[in-house]
């Protein structure tokens, strides 16, 4: 049994170990209740706003609640990393030669920077309280983590819906720590949107069907990540240069002019070559080329046809008549969502004046 005091020590140590780890902040929850979040999870699910992302159904009741994973959870301890970019995200807006990847995937991927993060905050917390259990998650598990997020105080979700910090921005992965342990909760964040709608204004595809409402099946982000097959062809155009990912909703928000990039983790730098690629050189990337070139990426998880398929939309958007030999070239790519693309831009290519 640990005394009141020493819990109260225990969470401040563990708050300074937690930015010790190159964490940006930390927070805490209680793991009952989140029956609002469960509830506008199953209206997301119901309307199919997940589109072909099955594995957010799977475990829904898992994914729900902290209490739904784990019953023996009594907290939530809500992490961020910030990833703050140094430049201007849509800077490359409308360099039709440049290939666009999203900030988030310019540097290491969060998946395994913010798990050794977390896992080492993990190995503290057991060392110092050796009685309690515990579980880790980041991204890949059915969990919640922006609602979390924003019950223990990190920031709120903004309207965009990822969670906004009056320090950070946009700018913050999430990841998770349940615990046996009673930590007392910090204050939930509340809104501070206001009227602004900078967010809803900027996105190329109409992806919220409401403010605080995101339609995956219209976000750039799930259209060149999630989405396997051809993209519909209404979107295509509206990919402009983007083949990885979409910051337009995150960058325009104001809250971003107070994020530090002093506080942004040392391991989410940009690669160079990944911050304004040429469109060209990546067009003819083979299997064995773009697992080395994406090696320690998280683009690497979405495949080298995946990847030429998206680059072949940025290149029909590219109004280059230059690109017209390799993008005819891959027009006979044994993948027949590569070849369909390569048709696609080489028709919009040509149709160039
Ligand atoms: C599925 C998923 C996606 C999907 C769907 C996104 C979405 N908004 O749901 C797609 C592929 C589109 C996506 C895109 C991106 N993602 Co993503 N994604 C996830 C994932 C795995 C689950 C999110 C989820 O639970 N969605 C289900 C819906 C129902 O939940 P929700 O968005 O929280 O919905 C809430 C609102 O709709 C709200 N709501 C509904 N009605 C109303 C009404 C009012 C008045 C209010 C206030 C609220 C409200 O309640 C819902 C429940 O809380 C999380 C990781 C995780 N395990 O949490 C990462 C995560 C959300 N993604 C992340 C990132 C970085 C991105 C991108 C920026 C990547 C990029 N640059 O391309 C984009 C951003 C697009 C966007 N505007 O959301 C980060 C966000 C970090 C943050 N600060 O919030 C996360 C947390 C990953 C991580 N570990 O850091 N993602
Ligand atoms: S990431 Fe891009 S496409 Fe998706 S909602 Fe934001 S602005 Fe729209
Ligand atoms: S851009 Fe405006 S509305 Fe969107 S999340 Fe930021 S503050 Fe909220």
């Not at 540097?107 to 798990?115: A, E, F, L, W």
Request: net charge neutral.
């Amino acid at each position: 049994m640990v005394n009141a005091e020493a819990m109260a020590g225990l969470q401040r140590d563990l708050r300074e170990e937690a930015l010790r780890l190159g964490f940006a902040s930390a927070g805490f929850a209680r793991a009952a209740g989140h029956e609002l979040q469960a509830r506008r999870l199953e209206q997301w699910l119901g309307e199919g706003a997940h589109g072909s992302m099955g594995w957010m159904e799977t475990r829904r009741a898992h994914r729900a609640t902290p209490q739904g994973l784990w019953p023996e959870a009594r907290s939530v301890i809500a992490l961020g990393m910030s990833y703050a970019p140094l430049t201007d995200p849509l800077a490359l807006h409308g360099v039709s030669e440049k290939a666009r990847i999203s900030v988030y995937a310019q540097g290491r991927d969060y998946h395994d920077v913010v798990k050794r993060a977390l896992k080492a905050l993990a190995r503290w917390l057991i060392a110092r309280a050796p009685e309690s259990e515990l579980k880790v998650f980041v991204d890949t598990a059915p969990v919640m983590e922006k609602p979390l997020g924003e019950a223990a105080g990190l920031g709120w979700q903004g309207k965009h819906t990822n969670l906004v910090s009056t320090t950070h921005g946009s700018w913050l992965f999430l990841g998770s720590i349940y615990s046996t342990l009673e930590f007392e909760p910090d204050p939930p964040h509340h809104d501070r949107c206001g009227s602004c709608q900078a967010c809803q204004l900027a996105c190329p595809t109409d992806a919220f069907s409401a403010p605080y409402k995101l339609d995956a099946r219209r976000c750039i982000s799930y259209l060149t990540i999630e989405h396997s097959g051809p993209v519909p062809e209404v979107f295509r155009a509206a990919l402009g240069n983007r083949i990885y990912g979409c910051d337009d909703c995150l960058a325009v928000c104001p809250w971003n002019k107070f994020a530090s990039t002093a506080q942004a983790h040392a391991k989410f730098l940009p690669r160079e070559e990944l911050v304004a690629p040429d469109l060209a050189s990546l067009l003819d990337l083979d299997d064995t080329a773009f697992r080395m070139m994406f090696s320690g990426s998280p683009i690497k998880r979405i495949g080298r046809n995946r990847f030429v398929r998206n680059c072949l939309y940025a290149a029909g958007n590219s109004g280059s008549a230059a690109l017209l030999p390799q993008v005819g070239r891959l027009r006979g790519d044994p993948d027949p969502v590569v070849a369909d693309a390569a048709a696609w831009a080489a028709a919009r290519l040509r149709a160039c004046p």
